[in-house]
Nanobody, 125 residues
Framework: QVQLVESGGGLVQAGGSLTLSCAAAGRPIRSYVMGWFRQAPGKEREFVSANIIGWSGVRTSYADSVKGRFTFSRDNAKNTVYLQMNSLKPEDTAVYYC????????????????WGQGTQVTVSS
């Protein structure tokens, strides 16, 4: 079992930045695909970013809506992943979730096995 706890959410003005953290407990996450998803009010949860460090190197992907503005990183020594969010827009307002997958890769909700409780990000215009 892996327990995930997100932090770092808050209220920020458009154009501002936030860094979300996701601390894992229970097992080392270095071999897991780690992902970030978000759910805006009245909308379905959507993919934001995913990352894996495998034998062939690092693979990271981003949703088109955040590409160039968000950056995924991880610190395996701290068993923590991060999402640096720059140039935030009101449409980035959502609850952000961290997730872990035992699969080879994943950009869909059902490909993830463990989820955090989420952290609220609100971007004011």
């Amino acid at each position: 079992q892996v327990q995930l706890v997100e932090s770092g959410g808050g209220l920020v003005q458009a154009g501002g930045s936030l860094t979300l953290s996701c601390a894992a407990a229970g097992r080392p996450i270095r071999s897991y695909v780690m992902g970030w998803f978000r759910q805006a009010p009245g909308k379905e949860r959507e993919f934001v970013s995913a990352n894996i460090i495998g034998w062939s190197g690092v693979r990271t992907s981003y949703a088109d809506s955040v590409k160039g503005r968000f950056t995924f990183s991880r610190d395996n020594a701290k068993n923590t992943v991060y999402l640096q969010m720059n140039s935030l827009k009101p449409e980035d307002t959502a609850v952000y979730y961290c997730a872990a997958s035992t699969r080879d890769w994943g950009e869909k909700e059902d490909e993830y096995d463990y989820w955090g409780q989420g952290t609220q990000v609100t971007v004011s215009s």
